[in-house]
C-alpha cells in the first residue's frame, strides 16, 4: 500500500510499505478513506519536534472504515465508518486518572507514536476511535479532529454573550470563529494578515474582519466593543503581544497556536489588568460532540476544504502550505471518490 513516512525533519517520502496485519487485542485496522493536513504536521516536518519513532506514517487527523478488529474489542464492528482520536494517552498517570487525557504525563500523538492516516490502511486501538454517520462525506468526517481542538478553545476562552477576537484564520481560528458565529447574540472578530483567508473566514462564519493593529479604532467596526478575550490561533509572539496590549482588563487570551519563540511578558500586565493567559491543548472531551455537530456544519465545513489530493501530492502539498500559497484553510487528502 501507498503511505506518506516522516523519515527526518524536512524529509517525508510517499513509499510503498506493507499493508497492517491482524490488529492485536484491543486494536482496529482501517481502510483510511480521508485525513486532513495539520499545521502541527507541517511544523514536526520543518522542525523534527516531535520525531519519536522514524519512520512513522503521518497524518492525525482522519476518518476511515473498520475492516478487522483484534479481540476484545466491542467498541466498534466490521464495516464501521469511524473517526480518530489523535491523543495517544497512558490511561494510568494522575492526569489521565483525571479524565485529562489532553495532558496526558506521556501523551503522544497518532502519526508520531504510533503510525497515522496518510496511508491506505493504518491500526489504531479501538479505544482511539468513534463512529460517524456512514452518509457523512469523508472529507467533512475528517474535519472532526481539528473541530474539536476549536472546541476546546472555545470552551476555554470567554462566557457566553462576550465578544472574541480571534487573530488567525487557519482551520482552527476558522473553526472557532464558525463555533463562536452559532452562539447566540455574540461579536466574533477575526484578523489575518492573508485577507483572502480572513474573507473567507468572515464570509462562511458572519464575523467581522479586523485589522488588529488598528484596533480599537478599525473602520470596520461602526461600535468597539469591550473587548475583553481572544483566541491566538496564529503561535506568533508579536501577535500574542498584541493581543494583551488590545485586551480591556479582566479578560482572557487562549492560545491554541503552536509557537515559533518566546513571549517577553512582563506578568505585571497581567496582575495589574487581571488577564489570564489559558492554554488549549488538543481537546478534552470535545470529540464527541465535534463528531455530532458535523452533519449541521457540513456546508460550512466544505467550504474552508481549498484543496483533495492524493497520498502522492502530500510532499508537493506541504510545499504549498509552508509556503503559505494554498488558498483556503484545510487540505484534505482522500482515500475514496464519492460518499
Known amino acids: 500500500m501507498k503511505a506518506a513516512r516522516l523519515h527526518a525533519a524536512g524529509d517525508l517520502r510517499v513509499e510503498d510499505v506493507p499493508s497492517p ?55 466498534v464492528a466490521l464495516g464501521d465508518r469511524v473517526v480518530a482520536d489523535s491523543r495517544f494517552w497512558c490511561g494510568e498517570c494522575p492526569a489521565c486518572r483525571a479524565g485529562l487525557h489532553n495532558v496526558c504525563a506521556t501523551l503522544g500523538f497518532v502519526g508520531e ?74 461579536q466574533v472578530l477575526v484578523a489575518d494578515r492573508n485577507a483572502a483567508r480572513a474573507d473567507l473566514v468572515a464570509e462562511v462564519s458572519g464575523a467581522t474582519v479586523v485589522d488588529l493593529d488598528a484596533l480599537p479604532c478599525d473602520p470596520n ?6 473587548l475583553r478575550h481572544a483566541i491566538d490561533a496564529t503561535g506568533s509572539v508579536a501577535v500574542m503581544a498584541r493581543l494583551l496590549d488590545v485586551l480591556a482588563g479582566g479578560g482572557t487570551l487562549a492560545l491554541v497556536g503552536i509557537s515559533h519563540g518566546r513571549l517577553d511578558l512582563d506578568p505585571n500586565l497581567l496582575v495589574e489588568r487581571e488577564i489570564a493567559l489559558v492554554g488549549c491543548h488538543a481537546f478534552a472531551d470535545e470529540l464527541a460532540p465535534a463528531v455530532s455537530m458535523l452533519g449541521d456544519l457540513a456546508p460550512a465545513l466544505s467550504r474552508f476544504v481549498s484543496d483533495e489530493i492524493a497520498i502522492g501530492e502530500i510532499p508537493a502539498a506541504y510545499q504549498r502550505l509552508i509556503a503559505g500559497v494554498s488558498g483556503g484553510l484545510k487540505t484534505i487528502v482522500r482515500m475514496e471518490s464519492g460518499r
Not at 523534527?48 to 487527523?61: D, L, M, N, T, Y
Open 21 to 75: 496485519g491482524e490488529p492485536a487485542p484491543g486494536w482496529v485496522r482501517l481502510k483510511v478513506t480521508a485525513a486532513g493536513i495539520c499545521g502541527s504536521d507541517l511544523h514536526n516536518f520543518r522542525t523534527g519536534q516531535w520525531i519519536s519513532r522514524a519512520p512513522s506514517v503521518v497524518g492525525h487527523e482522519f476518518a476511515g472504515e473498520v475492516t478487522a478488529v483484534g479481540a476484545g474489542v466491542s467498541q
Open 221 to 226: 467596526l461602526r461600535h468597539a466593543p469591550d
Open 113 to 186: 507514536v504510533c503510525d497515522g492516516g496518510f496511508a491506505e490502511e493504518t491500526q489504531l486501538p479501538a479505544r482511539l476511535l468513534l463512529r460517524h454517520d456512514p452518509a457523512l462525506d469523508p472529507a467533512i468526517a475528517a474535519m472532526a479532529e481539528p473541530l474539536a481542538v476549536a472546541l476546546h478553545a472555545v470552551r476555554r476562552s470567554a462566557p457566553a454573550g462576550a465578544p472574541v477576537l480571534i487573530a488567525g484564520c487557519g482551520p482552527i481560528g476558522g473553526l472557532a470563529a464558525l463555533l463562536l458565529s452559532r452562539q447566540g447574540d455574540r
